[in-house]
């Protein structure tokens, strides 16, 4: 069923210059993308996000060099300099610092997390514009299970620990076995010491015994509420609060004694945020 509801041109902006950071983004360029006047966007960018136009782009920027720095240690720093649009490391490394309070090479070995995320609470608006909601059968799916429990600013943590454990163990290869998040609880409504989220991977066997703490776990079959949602993960909130608010009382349904799950079909940064795929599913009665 789909549910129509007007597309929000800021929503649209973020998402194309998520796809275009490579790029020169000017006001200009941006303005026309959005079709609204170059003397009036800025403002009514700032308006719906609480941070400038050129805040936002330098923030998306820092953010894409922050994940590789701590999940691609194969890049050198020069390399995510570049990436991200500086031409020498040194001021990149004075804007990283600036930013985040550390120097990218620091942030590499001991990233921090909740400090980091500061950055990045403002508010992008979501767009739930033709949300596609289908009813499937899921079925019963073994997983391995790297447990997070605490701040939700510091699941970065847990899922390092998970890809260490993917990468040594080589029992769910992230090419050939799917990813799934399992979320407990709203991490906004949640004190941060409670939230609980599971990291998974999808597994053949039980898990043995291992440094990271990873364990075995089953996400259980059944009928699911499930959309497939595109875009930055930050902003699947309005999407999610939907399903609960909207679609459930609307079509009779009512929930199963199960959280509400996650299917990463890709990656940030390997691929732009704006092109993230995610599954989300929502256990039905």
């Known amino acids: ?91 990149f490394a004075r804007a990283f610092k600036k930013q985040f309070g550390k120097s990218p090479s620091q942030f590499r070995k001991h990233p921090e997390w909740v400090d980091w995320n500061k950055n990045y609470l403002f508010q992008v608006p979501g767009d739930i514009m033709n949300i596609d909601i289908e009813v499937i059968d899921f079925p019963e799916t073994m997983v391995a299970v790297k447990e997070h429990q605490g701040d939700p600013a510091r699941i970065n943590d847990s899922v390092g620990q998970f890809i260490e454990w993917r990468k040594a163990s080589g029992l769910s290869p992230v090419r050939t076995k799917d990813t799934f998040g399992v979320s407990y609880g709203d991490p906004k409504l949640c004190e941060p010491g409670e939230y609980r989220f599971d990291v998974c991977g999808v597994v053949d066997a039980e898990v043995p015994e291992n440094p990271q703490g990873v364990i075995t776990k089953t996400i259980p079959g059944g009928r699911c509420a499930k959309v497939v949602y595109n875009g930055s993960r930050d902003r699947m909130e309005d999407t999610i609060y939907h399903i609960y608010r909207d679609w459930i009382p609307e079509n009779g349904e009512s929930l199963r004694d199960y959280p509400c799950f996650f ?18 599913y929502v256990p039905l009665a």
């Open 1 to 91: 069923m789909e549910s129509p509801a007007p597309q929000n041109p800021v929503a649209e902006i973020c998402d194309y210059i998520e796809s275009h950071l490579d790029e020169e983004l000017s006001l200009e360029r941006l303005s026309s993308v959005a079709n609204l006047s170059k003397y009036h966007f800025h403002r009514q960018f700032s308006a719906s996000t609480g941070v400038s136009l050129h805040q936002f782009i330098q923030l998306m920027r820092l953010k894409r060099a922050s994940y590789r720095l701590v999940f691609h240690q194969e890049q050198t720093v020069l390399e995510i300099a570049l990436e991200a649009g500086f031409d020498f490391p040194e001021s």
């Open 263 to 280: 299917r990463y079909r890709n990656f940030f940064p390997e691929v732009p945020e704006a092109e993230l795929v995610t599954d989300i």
